[in-house]
Nanobody
């Protein structure tokens, strides 16, 4: 089992920045790719960004150029630096991790509890 705990959410004005963190613990050896999903009220959950253990990244078109995903494998921590935030970025952000050999198209095996990000206009 892998436990994921997010931190860093909050309220910020449009144009501002936030940095989310996700601390992983447990059977870390069993996971490869990690990522951030978000879900806004009344909308489907969407994959925002993902990163493999080797550093290959994926970004949703809506956040390219504004968000940066990174991970510190030594600290078992995932980050999401969010710049130039927009009101439409308001959502609950979830950290997630895929088991080794799982593709990014599959549903991650492990999830954090979520952290609220609210961007005011």
């Amino acid at each position: 089992q892998v436990q994921l705990v997010e931190s860093g959410g909050g309220l910020v004005q449009a144009g501002g920045s936030l940095r989310l963190s996700c601390a992983a613990s447990g059977s870390i050896f069993s996971i490869n790719r990690m990522g951030w999903y978000r879900q806004a009220p009344g909308k489907e959950r969407e994959l925002v960004a993902a990163i493999s253990k080797g550093g290959s990244t994926f970004y949703a078109d809506s956040v390219k150029g504004r968000f940066t995903i990174s991970r510190d494998n030594a600290k078992n921590t995932l980050y999401l630096q969010m710049n130039s935030l927009k009101p439409e970025d308001t959502a609950i952000y979830y950290c997630a991790a895929w088991k080794i050999l799982a593709t990014m198209k599959s549903t991650p095996e492990y999830w954090g509890q979520g952290t609220q990000v609210t961007v005011s206009s």
